[in-house]
C-alpha cells in the first residue's frame, strides 16, 4: 500500500503558486520522493523527484524536511493546463519492497482555475 | 525518439472473451511496468517485466492474466475469460534500467467489457 498521505483536493488560482503537500513519515533511509500527475486520464507524467535535498526543474520545485518526513511539491506559476491529479510516491532505486514499481495512492485532485 | 505505445487504445471485448493489450516501451528500454487504473480509482502496480523475464508479478490477479516480455516485439498484457470487472485503463511505463528516476508511461488502453 501506498506509504503516503496526501490532501483530497486543492484549488490554486491561475498564475499563483501552487504548494502541494505530502506526509511520508516512514520513509525509509533508501527512497526516494517522486512526484507525478495524471491529466485527465491520460498516462501518469513524471514531474519531480529527490532523496533529501531540495531541488528544481523547469516543471516544478521540491522541498524535502530535514527530517524527511514531509514534502511539498511547488508549481510556481499555476496554469490551467495544470489541473490534474498529483501523485507523491516513495521509492526506493535499489533493494527494499518499493523497488522498481511505483505505488500510487489517492493522489491531490489540483484544480487551477481563473 | 517516439514514446511509449500502446495499442489498442479502446478495446471493447463481450463477457467470456479474451483481451491482448500491447506495449511498445521506449526506444532502448528494456524494462516494462503495467499499471490497472479502475473507474474511480487509482493506479496499481500490476507486472513488472524484463526481457523475456517476468522480475515482480505480486499485483497480477492470480487466474485469467498473464504477461510477458519477449526478446522480439512488444510487452503483451493478456486478459483471459474477461469479466465486466476487468473494465478499466491499462497503462504500461517502461525505463532503461530497473533503478531509473523515471518511467515513462504510454496513453493507456480502455478496455471496456460488455
Known amino acids: 500500500d501506498a506509504k503516503t498521505t496526501q490532501p483530497t483536493s486543492m484549488d490554486c488560482a491561475?498564475?499563483?503558486?501552487?504548494?502541494?503537500?505530502?506526509?511520508?513519515?516512514?520513509?525509509s533511509g533508501n527512497e526516494y520522493v517522486y512526484w507525478y500527475r495524471q491529466i485527465h486520464s491520460q498516462g501518469p507524467q513524471y514531474i519531480i523527484h529527490g532523496l533529501k535535498n531540495n531541488e528544481?526543474?523547469?516543471m516544478a520545485s521540491l522541498i524535502i524536511t530535514e527530517d524527511r518526513k514531509s514534502s511539498t511539491l511547488i508549481l510556481p506559476h499555476a496554469t490551467l493546463r495544470d489541473t490534474a491529479v498529483y501523485y507523491c510516491i516513495v521509492r526506493a532505486l535499489a533493494g527494499g519492497t518499493s523497488y522498481g514499481k511505483l505505488t500510487f495512492g489517492q493522489g491531490t485532485i489540483l484544480t487551477v482555475h481563473p | 525518439n517516439a514514446g511509449v505505445m500502446q495499442n489498442p487504445r479502446h478495446l471493447v471485448r463481450r463477457r467470456g472473451q479474451e483481451a491482448r493489450l500491447r506495449c511498445s516501451p521506449m526506444k532502448g528500454?528494456?524494462?516494462v511496468y503495467w499499471y490497472r487504473q479502475l473507474p474511480e480509482e487509482g493506479?496499481?502496480?500490476m507486472v513488472y517485466?524484463?526481457?523475456?523475464?517476468?522480475?515482480?508479478?505480486?499485483?497480477?490477479?492470480?487466474?485469467?492474466?498473464?504477461?510477458?516480455?519477449p526478446k522480439e516485439g512488444p510487452s503483451i498484457l493478456r486478459i483471459q475469460q474477461v469479466v465486466r470487472g476487468d473494465s478499466a485503463a491499462y497503462f504500461c511505463?517502461?525505463?532503461?534500467?530497473?533503478?531509473?528516476?523515471?518511467?515513462?508511461?504510454?496513453?493507456?488502453t480502455r478496455l471496456t467489457v460488455t
Not at chain 2, 525505463?95 to 496513453?107: H, K, L, M, N, R
Open chain 1, 56 to 58: 528544481t526543474n523547469e
Open chain 2, 43 to 45: 493506479l496499481k502496480f
Open chain 1, 14 to 27: 491561475e498564475g499563483r503558486a501552487a504548494n502541494l503537500p505530502c506526509n511520508h513519515s516512514t520513509i
Open chain 2, 29 to 31: 528500454h528494456s524494462h
Open chain 2, 93 to 108: 511505463a517502461s525505463s532503461g534500467t530497473q533503478s531509473d528516476y523515471e518511467q515513462y508511461f504510454g496513453p493507456g
Open chain 2, 49 to 69: 517485466l524484463q526481457k523475456e523475464n517476468i522480475i515482480d508479478e505480486s499485483g497480477m490477479p492470480k487466474e485469467r492474466f498473464s504477461a510477458e516480455f
